[in-house]
T-cell receptor, first 112, second 112 residues
Framework: EDQVTQSPEALRLQEGESSSLNCSYT??????LFWYRQDPGKGPEFLFT???AGEEKEKERLKATLTKKESFLHITAPKPEDSATYLC?????????????FGTGTQLKVEL | NAGVTQTPKFRILKIGQSMTLQCTQD?????MYWYRQDPGMGLKLIYY???????DKGEVPNGYNVSRSTTEDFPLRLELAAPSQTSVYFC???????????FGPGTRLTVL
């Protein structure tokens, strides 16, 4: 069975304190790994897609990396506005086409 | 572009009532999806559609129905509401099965 596990469940950082969020996966036939940001009461907002081990993508203070078993979302010098829940999802090839399996998310709080 | 829009934002239903959650996208996407999000759980796929007139079950379809008569609209129907259907419902769309899914703002449904 395809599994996606995110850690930690929750993370508190001081402004400027860099850290990483982890997304580990056990799937067959990976067709992409997605990172989304979700603010309270809002829908998930797309951040990155990674397709192969060694790939990296960056956007402002966020950098996503991918290995054969996990992905990291590195947050450099975070600001309070980076506070959100970060979701990881993997796309796998199934008999009915592609499907996304989501992790439960990491809730990030950045304090002044 | 408004992207993916959902109505209503909030709704309270009594057990046994029925309702339709509306979803519209203006990106000319072929694929549309319905997910539910429960506390501590990853997003779960309810139904999806690959184009007008074509729908298929996802992971948790019981108690729901969908239709897709146009490219833009993908309503989700609850026929006999049950407390287990209390959740936040998200609609999403993508151009193709391999593309990024873009999410709407969600509908928070409570069944009492």
């Amino acid at each position: 069975e395809d599994q996606v596990t995110q850690s930690p469940e929750a993370l508190r950082l001081q402004e400027g304190e860099s850290s990483s969020l982890n997304c580990s996966y056990t799937v067959s036939g990976l067709r992409g790994l997605f990172w989304y940001r979700q603010d309270p009461g809002k829908g998930p907002e797309f951040l990155f897609t990674l397709y192969s081990a060694g790939e990296e993508k960056e956007k402002e203070r966020l950098k996503a990396t991918l290995t054969k078993k996990e992905s990291f979302l590195h947050i450099t010098a975070p600001k309070p506005e980076d506070s959100a829940t970060y979701l990881c999802a993997v796309r796998v090839l199934t008999g009915g086409g592609n499907k996304l399996t989501f992790g439960t998310g990491t809730q990030l709080k950045v304090e002044l | 572009n408004a992207g993916v829009t959902q109505t209503p934002k909030f709704r309270i239903l009594k057990i046994g009532q029925s309702m339709t959650l509306q979803c519209t996208q203006d990106m000319n996407h072929n694929y549309m999806y319905w997910y539910r999000q429960d506390p501590g759980m990853g997003l779960k796929l309810i139904y999806y559609s690959v184009g007008a007139g074509i729908t298929d079950k996802g992971e948790v379809p019981n108690g729901y129905n969908v239709s897709r008569s146009t490219t833009e609209d993908f309503p989700l129907r609850l026929e006999l509401a049950a407390p287990s259907q209390t959740s936040v419902y998200f609609c999403a769309s993508s151009y193709s099965t391999g593309d990024t899914q873009y999410f709407g703002p969600g509908t928070r449904l409570t069944v009492l």
